[in-house]
C-alpha cells in the first residue's frame, strides 16, 4: 500500500503566502517525480507543479514566478511554496507521485485526496 498525506491548505488573503507539503509513506521502491496539480470549481484539473527525484521542476504558466516546489526523495516529500496568492489560485490541490512500489518494477501514478486553499480578495 501506498499513501500520500497532505498537509498546509487553509484560508489566505490575496498576496499572501501559504505552503502545502505531501508525504509519501508505505511500499515505496523509488521515487520518480511528484507534484501539484489543482482544480477549481467547475473547471478541470490543471498542474500546477511537477518535480523529478533529480530536481528537475516544471511549473503551470499561471503560478509561475510565484509558486515554488521542492523535493525530499530521502523523506519522499514534496513541498510546494505559494506566494503572491490570488483568488483565481483558489482551489483544490492535489499531491501526485509516480512511485515504483516494492511489489513491482513498474511506476505508476498515486493521488492525494486533496487539500483546500481559499485565497480571498
Known amino acids: 500500500q501506498v499513501y500520500l498525506v497532505e498537509s498546509g491548505g487553509g484560508l489566505v488573503q490575496a498576496g499572501g503566502s501559504l505552503g502545502l507539503s505531501c508525504a509519501a509513506s508505505g511500499s515505496i521502491f523509488r521515487v520518480g517525480a511528484m507534484g501539484w496539480y489543482r482544480q477549481a470549481p467547475g473547471k478541470q484539473r490543471e498542474l500546477v507543479a511537477h518535480?523529478?527525484?533529480?530536481?528537475?521542476?516544471n511549473y503551470g504558466d499561471s503560478v509561475k514566478g510565484r509558486f515554488t516546489i521542492s523535493i525530499d526523495t530521502v523523506q519522499k516529500i514534496v513541498y510546494l511554496q505559494m506566494n503572491g496568492l490570488k483568488p483565481e489560485d483558489t482551489a483544490d490541490y492535489y499531491c501526485?507521485?509516480?512511485?515504483?512500489?516494492?511489489?513491482?518494477?513498474?511506476?505508476?501514478?498515486?493521488w492525494g485526496q486533496g487539500t483546500q486553499v481559499t485565497v480571498s480578495s
Open positions: 518535480i523529478t527525484s533529480t530536481d528537475i521542476a
Open positions: 501526485y507521485a509516480l512511485l515504483t512500489p516494492l511489489d513491482s518494477e513498474i511506476a505508476r501514478d498515486y
